[in-house]
């Protein structure tokens, strides 16, 4: 959520030069995060959850839409849909969805759209709701004509750096409190939201290389180039990795938790 991405497919990609879950070798770590999602069974999982617990989408606006791939499969056919994303890498993926939602490509605090604009909001996997959660959750609430949904890391480990789930705790060093217990932490008892869920998946990147994976963590993580934990990471990896077409599979175990806000009954 520092995230290695704003936030989310099942048959959308972008670009003719990735296949769906597949990284380049000079890795983008926005687009290392998309096409994992692209790759894991994340919006298998999540959407039916989030259609049981929405008796209707309605207008979507969708803030930190990422690739797209949540948004895509929730919204209603015909309703309008709306991508609130600062990322060029992700609105480059949200203009090759067909449709494509109405792009808003600027940051969420930036966004200047009405009161009531959408029926339903939708923030997944960003960093608002665990950075800024009271003026997030407000500024979610002014636009929702009726549901205010969030999607936040509940798993107990990382959450930032993307693949830190491969790395044991000395490794990545990052905090792993879940995502879901932070943000109810900082909202008041008052906005705890009275629909909460968990879901568990499965993030899955596909790298062409294992050595070259390891180079991109290791230099994320600021190891000097001749840190000797850098081919032990390389080999640590390697005995996860699982050969595929294209390359080999990294999987990291996943949580979120689905907070759902009525502002209409």
Partial sequence: MGHDHQQRISGHSVGPSHPPGAVDDRIDPLELYASGIDA??????????????????????????????????????GAAWTAIEPAPVMQTRLQALVPPPVLVPVPWREADLP??????????????????????LARCRAWARRDVVWLVPAQNGPRGLCLAGCLPRGWHGEDETPGVDIVLRHLPGADHPPIVARVDWTFRAIVPSVPGIATYLADRLGWEAGDPRRPALSNHLAAQAEPVPGGHRLSVPRSSALLVWRTLS
Avoid: C, H, K
Wanted: charged share 20%; net charge negative; glycine share 14%.
């Fill in 115 to 136: 009161a009531g604009f959408a029926d339903t909001v939708l923030a997944a996997n960003m960093a608002g709701p665990l950075t800024e959660a009271v003026p997030f």
């Fill in 40 to 77: 894991s069974d994340y919006v298998e999982r999540i959407a039916p959850l989030l259609r049981a617990a929405l008796p209707r989408v309605g207008d979507l606006l969708d803030v930190g839409a990422g690739g797209g791939q949540l948004g895509a499969a929730l919204r209603d056919p």
